[in-house]
């Protein structure tokens, strides 16, 4: 590659003020967005984005999911194209970066490679995924998730907000239901460049993220079940008291999650005692548990040590525990030659980084199960997320479309 291209870098001032230009279709009372999946909102900068890439002399495909493809021709028409997808869905009091940053980018890439006159090799396509909030159309990530054979296209056009409304007539009263059909598109690689929606970046003074996977969760319900009896008649050592129990495996459970410091986690995040009256020992706990831990074998072992606990409990206690799951969502290990492209052109640029492990879901979970994937994080502030006070600042968001940027030029092969 000649040193012209590996100097090549983003306009960090045309970048920023496209994502405050566009921070306006759907923007709050607070400096936020609510920018509901295929609302009007939504459709919004969906229209923005398309005039703005066919302006490049993009060939734009809309699916049937309203998934859109803004495509940049290559120098070799039969390579599939390299994407750079995230979305331009907010939650109802969502910030202005969270997703958006990701497609944005992709634009000021096209837009600064269109300005150096460079043609790729591979065709490179911005891609905006439909409904990955899950804000309006529950589950998250869902077209995303139907590109890549995780659910029936069915399912998605069947799923309904809060007011009844279905996703197919959102699609058709959007504008944005499509002709192209959903997935089956190669895919040489997938690059989504987020924020890091945390605060370890930001509190170990790094510029970026060089995300290794996303992390596995298991949800599982505890059903904890005692005798019911008085509170001024039975003695302590007759009872069979289910919330002590449950109190001894929350500790249990916390301390599990504590194992591995800087990997493992876990949550109860509910937590029901019954019959709830003030002068009866408690009969029935029902509580949720959440693990997560970034590898399989690590769940593993937490799913474990927590049924461990809850059968050394039981038996002390003089209680039944019954753990049933109820959801898992696999680890996610992004494509090492994807990984290694966005880690050489960080360090090309000269950028602090560190290896992450992404805490929460994005489209890219789902992509990466048909193209190889990578992820690369900024810092926000505070790491705060999903709140209309996220905020990060024009050199971050510079930063990060450099290493999209490189990374891609990179993996294209041509530098
Ligand atoms: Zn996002």
């Not at 045309?14 to 566009?22: D, K, N, Q």
């Not at 997808?85 to 997703?99: A, K, V, W, Y």
């Not at 990984?339 to 090309?348: E, H, K, L």
């Amino acid at each position: 590659m000649t040193g012209a291209l590996t100097d090549l870098r983003v306009d960090g001032d045309r970048l920023w003020s496209t994502l405050m230009e566009t921070a306006a279709f759907g923007r709050t009372a607070k400096g936020g967005l609510c920018r509901l999946a295929l609302s009007p909102e939504d459709a919004q900068v969906r229209r923005w984005f398309v005039a703005a890439c066919e302006a490049l002399g993009c060939a734009v495909t809309i699916d049937q999911l309203g998934n859109i493809f803004a495509r940049r021709a290559g120098s070799s028409p039969d390579l599939p194209p390299i994407a750079i997808g995230s979305h331009l869905d907010t939650q109802p009091t969502g910030g202005r970066f969270d997703g958006i940053l990701g497609v944005l980018a992709g634009l000021e890439v096209l837009r600064t490679l269109d300005d150096a006159g460079f043609v790729t090799r591979h065709p490179i396509e911005v891609v905006n995924w439909t409904n990955e909030e899950g804000a309006r159309f529950a589950p998250a990530m869902l077209c995303a998730g139907v590109f890549a054979g995780a659910f029936e296209m069915d399912y998605a056009l069947s799923r309904q907000d809060k007011a009844g409304v279905r996703l197919e007539d959102a699609l058709e009263q959007s504008g944005f239901r499509g002709p192209a059909p959903v997935g089956g598109r190669p895919l040489a690689a997938h690059f989504e460049l987020h924020i890091e929606q945390g605060p370890v970046l930001e509190a170990e003074g790094l510029e970026i993220g060089v995300v290794s996977g996303v992390q596995g969760i298991r949800w599982f319900d505890v059903e904890i079940s005692g005798l019911a009896c008085h509170a001024g008649t039975m003695p302590m050592r007759l009872r069979r008291d289910a919330l002590q129990a449950a109190a001894r495996l929350a500790v249990a459970v916390d301390e599990i999650g504590r194992s591995e410091p800087d990997t493992s986690l876990s949550t109860i995040g509910i937590f029901d005692a019954y019959p709830g009256s003030r002068n009866t020992v408690p009969e029935t706990i029902r509580m949720s548990v959440d693990l997560r831990h970034p590898r399989a074998d690590g769940l593993d072992g937490l799913e474990q040590a927590f049924r461990a606990a809850a059968a050394d409990i039981a038996g002390r206690l003089q209680v039944e525990i019954a753990v049933q799951p109820v959801w898992s969502s696999p680890p996610v290990v992004f494509d090492p030659r994807v990984v290694g492209a966005i880690d050489a052109a960080t360090q090309r640029l000269g950028y602090s980084r560190r290896s992450i492990v992404s805490g929460a879901g994005h489209d890219s979970v789902y992509i990466a199960r048909v193209a190889p994937t990578g992820m690369i994080f900024t810092p926000c502030d505070d790491g705060i997320s999903h709140n209309e006070a996220e905020n990060m600042s024009p050199a971050q968001a510079e930063r990060g479309a450099n290493v999209l940027l490189q990374a891609i030029l990179q993996f294209d092969g041509t530098v």
